[in-house]
């Protein structure tokens, strides 16, 4: 096991490596000029044009300017934002955020996915069932950010239950309504994971015989039925953590919360590059951790599978 | 990674490779097809059964026919001069214009006909893209495995960790045009991935069967394996996969719209109808309500319809 | 996984469900906020939240940006102000300035003045933080203002290179409370322009560690910074306790609030999370007058925009196009339509707030007559390929005044194809300012100081985006700036502005108004239309 990691982790490396050269070939490459961008209207006197552009590098080739960048990364400098911030900095901060966004909206997805999915799949063909597939169904065709502003409206305006936006109210208050949100998709998800797998456990013949020798329904259930049927969902659960992450970027927008994804975006409009390849590199690490853990804790739940020769 | 044979879940990816399993856990437990039996004829017919399916299809063909023909549809269901004249601005839905008007006074009911084009051709292009290419590399990877594999799996990997949104950002500010062709070509670029994968599985898999050697004993050269024994055998499940992401791909366009960086004018599109509606929903929800409702009901149809198509395929879920 | 069950309630219907919570959230919202509780008691303390968008700096010289200069109305006190009634200029840290010839200035500041860390206010204050602007490679932002200053040419070398000295010849610091300024040629207009932010002193702090200075700004207003500025998330002020000048604050701090998205920041201002909001979105006026009734207010704003033609292209060389494009174009109907009926129609290059403002100035050109249009865009022979319309991804509202210009184009002109150009501004910038655009632009302006000249001289003067030039124009802002009265100066830039019109090399669009909300806990909201917006040291608080 211990080699099998080692070899995951260093297989990591040059992918980390492609992704922030992709990433900073599509950020620099294009034409544009950022610093007359953030001027607006207004023209550049020349001379704080030329400083602005050394400043920030933005007149290397861009392989000149890859290699600065990860000379600078060796040694724990991500570069700095336009406003003259460090990139690290700032990331610090958001990372936060966005953590907390998708952990709220990971563990909704976990608890209400499962909880759905167990009951639609004890009420298969009955109303609950049905209403579960049918409300699963609809959000998934739902746009996150439709569902956003709907939740806005009704939770936060008329209702008043939430905070409409903003992360000032902090964990759990401001997290709630946008972790559900963002958590949407994935509990229809995981729902239609757990209904699914679940009938076909029930199947199995050693639940059958299990019924047969006059256990309760419930305890053939829980003792028997969902620790094999959750690996599945166990399996999807792992890798959505990463796309959580990567995924709030319409959700941090509708909801005003000062997280990586929103960073990221305004960032691509602006074409502060050191912040998007920083981001987007974060971000993929944190799907190839997230891959590394769901490959191992896969086969420890299903001995089956070994990963080692 | 190493997996005993009879593991039912993810499908096995026996081999040199660093370790790809496959992401899309939607999929059910595979069954391949046994040999010399065509997996469709009974599925299909099963398909037909089904009155969602039929809902599900009535609903497309209507999106399609007013996609391929707007405007016969506008004529029929509007009073639309093809004018935009401000003063009607928001105005909400009445007898001759069952939608209303559109924040720049246009008939809204014509608007969201011509905006069902972009979603459709978009979803359908990608999807067809994407399917391709997935074809293609996971083939290629599966078939011949070692450093086109690992070189191949590599890609995936870099492009699979891509968040969509970022990606799909960066991509598109480089085509200043963002047409419906640069759109595409966005989408395909971050939509091939777990495709790509699951045809991988598949070839690997089929690759050690017996009637594969059979064919290649006989001298069947690589081509003619690839085209002829394997890819008809490996592409049901890549294609069940494509067809549940069709909807994925049309609310990607409408968020990419949404997010001001997708199509531009003078396209017509439901992202960019609801982009426009956003700042108004308090006060005229039409504006925002009828190209949700369509947006919605099409994305819907295309997730039902993979959906039985899936289960078609895989009976023992019903 | 689904299997069909999931199905047997048609598509239609779930569909239908999604329109039923749709309309329902929406009903939901409709109804009145809460009762007006009477007049604000007019008791000094308390602490107000206000909506903000991000700023780029805090440092005076380092920043145009309308949301930092908000900040920085309660941090510093600049040598002028402008009167909030009519935007002329009147002394604030400095008690006096003089000329003769308009291009010597002599300043005198007030005694006594302290930087909240103790620090004195000299006048050598002054000079450093305008030195400090004006020297090209610290690259900071508002250099460009210090342009007039006699030695800004020396400190900005037109090729980059590294300037011989980091001074401008032109000020000099006669003694602690004596500056004296030289300008490169007379300029009337310059104490307006020392209303303007970055025109405040620094303290030494501010060059011993600017970074640390920009997240925590020392200054010498009414209101000085609580702990430091926290990116994305907020800005809080506290009453500065040494301040001796004329605006001391009423309450006790001022917490900022620091939003992405302004329709956002408007719903935590009805949720009563934020007290005052300066720049509601048009689109939600009709909401926000509703909802806020007396605590809702428009007033016209120095901002304008413009459609702007690119000269250089051949197809837009004749001035009848040009007339042709504005006459197709409903100014009232989109200002109705897209902005609620918030924005002005423009009928001049000025807005109308400013002094110097002629009503109707631009004439028929800049009315809506589609079919006069038709006929002078026949008479000028029509116009071959696609016309293209360059404007910013930046705001949603860019887009839909673009669409209801390019459907009136194509309806009103019968021009087939036209389409967009939207881009970031980073892409926008090199192509508009390169001359590189091949269709109308979308141009704005920020008003720096309620002047005609203001408009005319940073819209068309040299190097201008749409490559207009006419010696006659030049040389009516030169007079216009040499005018010993602010009515002869006010003569010479009508003439100016009127060369412009008959031109049009820039088409005047509408002029922007703020609107701005605040909840009845706030009292004395007093929102002046140039540089200072809210004055934050006037705000009552109930508390």
Redesign the interface.
């Given at each position: 096991m211990g080699r099998?990691i080692a070899?995951?982790l260093l297989?990591a490396v040059?992918?980390l490596l492609?992704?922030t050269f992709?990433?900073h070939a599509?950020?620099f490459?294009?034409?544009?000029?950022?610093?007359?961008?953030?001027?607006?209207?207004?023209?550049?006197?020349?001379?704080?044009?030329?400083?602005?552009h050394r400043?920030y590098h933005l007149d290397d080739p861009l392989v000149v300017q890859y290699a600065k960048y990860l000379g600078g990364l060796l040694t724990g400098d991500l570069g700095r934002t336009?406003?003259?911030?460090p990139v690290a900095d700032?990331l610090a901060?958001?990372w936060q955020v966005t953590l907390r966004l998708g952990l709220t909206a990971w563990f909704l997805e976990t608890v209400l996915g499962v909880a759905l999915g167990v009951w639609a799949a004890l009420r298969k063909?009955r109303w609950a069932?049905?209403a579960v597939?049918?409300g699963?169904?609809?959000v998934?065709?739902?746009?996150?950010?439709?569902v956003g502003?709907?939740a806005?409206?009704?939770f936060?305006?008329?209702l008043?239950w939430f905070?409409?936006?903003?992360?000032?109210d902090g964990w759990p208050t401001a997290y709630l309504l946008p972790g559900l949100v963002l958590a949407s998709f994935g509990v229809a998800?995981v729902a239609?994971?757990t209904?699914?797998s679940l009938?076909?456990n029930l199947r199995a013949d050693y639940v059958r015989t299990a019924g047969a020798k006059g256990l309760p329904r419930w305890r053939v259930v829980v003792r028997h039925t969902l620790r094999n049927s959750l690996?599945?969902v166990v399996?999807?659960l792992g890798?959505e953590l990463g796309s959580l992450m990567?995924?709030a970027?319409?959700t941090e927008?509708?909801?005003?919360l000062?997280g990586v994804g929103?960073?990221?975006?305004?960032a691509?409009?602006?074409?502060e590059g050191p912040t998007?390849v920083g981001i987007?590199t974060a971000?993929?690490l944190v799907?190839?951790l997230a891959n590394l853990v769901v490959?191992v804790l896969?086969g420890l739940l299903?001995p089956?599978?070994?990963?080692d020769? | 990674m190493t997996s005993s044979p009879q593991a039912p879940a993810p499908p096995p990816a026996p081999a040199p490779a660093p370790p790809a399993p496959v992401r899309d856990l939607s999929l059910p437990p595979k069954r391949r097809p046994r040999r010399g039996e065509s997996p469709s004829a009974g599925a299909w017919r099963d398909l037909r059964r089904r009155p969602l399916v039929l809902a599900c299809t009535g609903v497309l063909l209507v999106m399609a026919l007013m996609a391929a023909l707007p405007e016969p549809f506008v004529a029929l269901l509007t009073d639309d001069s093809g004018r935009c004249e401000l003063a009607d601005s928001r105005v909400g839905p009445n007898l001759h214009h069952p939608f209303g008007f559109d924040l720049q006074g246009c008939d809204y009911l014509g608007q969201v006909v011509r905006g069902s084009r972009p979603s459709l051709v978009i979803g359908l292009a990608v999807t067809a893209g994407a399917l391709l290419l997935s074809l293609l590399l996971g083939m290629l990877a599966g078939f011949f495995g070692g450093w086109v594999d690992t070189l191949l799996s590599g890609l995936t990997d870099v492009f699979f960790g891509l968040p969509f949104v970022l990606g799909a950002t960066v991509v598109l500010v480089a085509f200043p045009d963002h047409g419906l062709g640069a759109m595409t070509l966005v989408l395909v670029a971050l939509g091939w991935t777990t495709m790509t994968r699951v045809m991988r599985a598949q070839v690997i898999g089929l690759k050690q069967a017996d009637y594969v050697q059979a064919a290649r004993s006989t001298g069947a050269g690589p081509l003619r394996l690839m085209t002829r024994h394997l890819l008809p055998n490996a592409v049901t499940p890549v294609v069940v996969v494509a067809m549940l992401n069709v909807g994925n791909v049309i609310s990607g366009e409408a968020t990419l719209d949404f997010l001001g960086v997708g199509l531009q004018y003078p396209a017509v599109s439901w992202g960019l109808q609801l982009n426009a509606a956003q700042a108004y929903v308090l006060d005229f929800p039409h504006l925002l309500a009828f190209p949700a409702l369509f947006l919605s009901a099409t994305v819907l149809s295309f997730i039902l319809l993979g959906d039985a198509v899936r289960d078609a395929y895989d009976p023992k879920l019903r | 996984m689904l299997t069909a069950r999931a199905g047997r309630l048609p598509a239609a219907l779930l569909a239908l469900a999604l329109l039923a919570v749709a309309g329902s959230a929406a009903a939901g919202c409709v109804r009145r906020s809460d009762e007006d509780p009477g007049p604000v008691p007019d008791v000094p303390g308390g602490t107000f939240t206000v909506a903000l968008t991000e700023p780029d700096h805090l440092t005076p010289g380092r920043t145009t940006s309308s949301y930092s200069l908000q900040v920085l109305e309660g941090l510093f006190d600049t040598p002028l102000a402008l009167d909030p009634a009519d935007g002329h200029a009147v002394p604030l840290a400095a008690e006096s300035i003089s000329t003769d010839d308009q291009r010597v200035w002599t300043l005198h500041f007030r005694p006594g003045a302290r930087f909240h860390n103790g620090e004195p206010v000299t006048a050598a204050s002054y000079a450093d933080a305008w030195n400090a602007a004006a020297y090209g490679p610290n690259g900071w932002e508002a250099n460009g203002y210090f342009s007039q200053i006699d030695g800004y040419a020396a400190l900005n070398p037109a090729d980059g290179a590294k300037p011989p000295t980091d001074r401008l010849s032109g000020l000099e610091v006669v003694d602690d409370s004596t500056l004296k300024v030289t300008l490169g040629a007379p300029f009337s207009q310059f104490p307006m322009l020392l209303a303007f932010p970055a025109f405040a002193p620094l303290p030494k702090a501010a060059f011993a560690d600017p970074a640390g200075y920009d997240l925590h700004p020392v200054g010498n207003g009414p209101f000085a910074m609580d702990g430091d500025w926290r990116h994305q998330q907020r800005i809080d002020l506290r009453r500065a306790g040494g301040y001796t000048g004329p605006r001391p604050a009423t309450a006790d701090g001022v917490h900022f609030r620091i939003f992405t998205s302004k329709d956002t920041a408007f719903t935590e201002l009805r949720a009563g999370h934020v007290d005052f909001m300066a720049s509601v979105p048009p689109s939600r006026a009709y909401e926000a007058k509703r909802t806020f009734g007396k605590r809702y207010s428009v007033r016209p704003s120095g901002t304008m925009d413009y459609l702007g033609l690119p000269l250089w292209d051949t197809r837009y060389a004749k001035p009848e196009l040009r007339q042709a494009i504005s006459m197709a174009i409903d100014r009232r109907g989109i200002t109705r339509a897209i902005f609620n009926e918030v924005f002005a129609p423009a009928d001049s290059l000025v807005a109308g707030m400013i002094p110097g403002h002629r009503a109707g100035a631009c004439g028929e050109t800049c009315e809506y007559r589609p079919e006069r249009a038709k006929e002078l865009f026949d008479r000028a022979g029509g116009f071959t390929g696609t016309l293209e319309l360059y404007f910013a991804n930046s705001d949603p509202t860019y887009e839909q005044w673009m669409t209801a210009v390019a459907n009136e184009l194509k309806q009103n002109l019968g021009i087939r194809a036209i389409a967009f150009r939207k881009m970031s501004g980073a892409d926008l910038g090199p192509i508009l300012n390169g001359h590189k655009a091949t269709g109308p632009y979308r141009q704005n302006w920020v008003v720096d100081y309620p002047s005609v000249q203001n408009y005319l001289a940073g819209l068309l003067g040299p190097n201008n985006r749409s490559g207009w030039s006419d010696p006659a124009f030049d040389r009516a802002l030169a007079l216009g700036n040499a005018a010993p009265t602010a009515a002869e100066s006010e003569e010479h830039y009508h003439e100016a502005e009127s060369i412009a019109l008959r031109a049009l090399p820039l088409i005047p669009l509408w002029n922007w108004q703020d609107q701005t909300a605040w909840s009845s806990r706030i009292g004395n909201v007093l929102v002046d239309p140039y540089v200072a917006g809210l004055h934050l040291e006037k705000v009552t608080v109930r508390h």
């Open positions: 099998y070899r995951r297989y040059p992918v492609a992704t992709l990433i599509m950020v490459v294009l034409p544009g000029d950022p610093i007359q961008g953030l001027a607006g209207d207004r023209p550049v006197p020349a001379a704080v044009l030329a400083e602005l400043r336009f406003t003259g911030e700032t901060g958001r063909g069932d049905n597939l049918a699963t169904t609809l998934i065709a739902v746009p996150v950010y439709i502003y709907l806005q409206l009704l936060g305006v008329k008043g905070p409409v936006a903003g992360a000032e998800y239609r994971l209904r699914a009938l076909e690996i599945p399996t999807f890798i990567a995924g970027v319409v927008y509708v909801f005003n000062p929103q960073q990221v975006f305004q691509i409009q602006l074409r998007v987007t971000l993929v799907y190839c490959d896969y299903d089956r599978i070994r990963h020769q | - | -």
